[in-house]
């Protein structure tokens, strides 16, 4: 059962451009769950959605951010016009069911976005 | 609103030796779990403990165990007989409503 796959890997943008990163969850997984990793940081929440839905944003920027999870296919989060404060790592973590009751969340290896 | 404090920026500790790295929090509910991540150079977050917050028994991974204490909003990790490969940042994370809220982190550097 491979784990939850990112890609890429590495995404270097100019400022203006559009990043799309992808996130394929762990067989099984309904869950999907997006974090921030700013440099000397801990990750920050940005967005919970199941298949199809998107149940909490709260941690959005709410411009140029956004984010789906497809009925097939991997979850993307999408940055529109990014800036350099864009730069950062973007985790996707997933889970079969709801963290609040014992399910536990896996981790992918991360996005780098660097935005020159 | 949730927060987590490492006031430990960098620790070091020689092979084979005992660590103990600090977390404290704060919250209103009664109800959470609480966790440590560790995270390598190869950013990969790997999940190193957890631990329920009605539970009043200390988690415990092999060598990697936590002293909980609720009252006090304390959550520090010891990690005993401690290897090279412990070498990593490790981040503390308080959990509640499917939301991570993680603190800046610790650099742990094992030496040999």
Redesign the interface.
Known sequence: NAGVMQNPRHLVRRRGQEARLRCSPMKGHSHV?W?RQLP??????MV?LQKENI??E??MPKERFSAEFPKEGPSILRIQQVVRGDSA?Y?C?SSPG???T?E??F?G??T?LSVL | AQT?TQSQPEMSVQEAETVTLSCTYDTSESNY?LFWYKQPP??????VI?Q?AYKQQNATENRFSVNFQKAAKSFSLKISDSQLGDTAMY?C?F???????????TKLTVNP
Request: proline letters at 0%; glycine letters at 10%; zero cysteines.
């Open positions: 769950y974090y000397e940081e801990g990750l920050k929440f919970y149940i909490d709260s941690g790592a985790f973590a709801r963290t609040s014992n536990k969340l981790f290896s991360g780098q | 987590v779990y190869s950013r990969q977050m790997i999940l957890r329920e981040f994370a959990m509640k409503a499917e939301k991570l809220v993680f603190g800046k982190g």
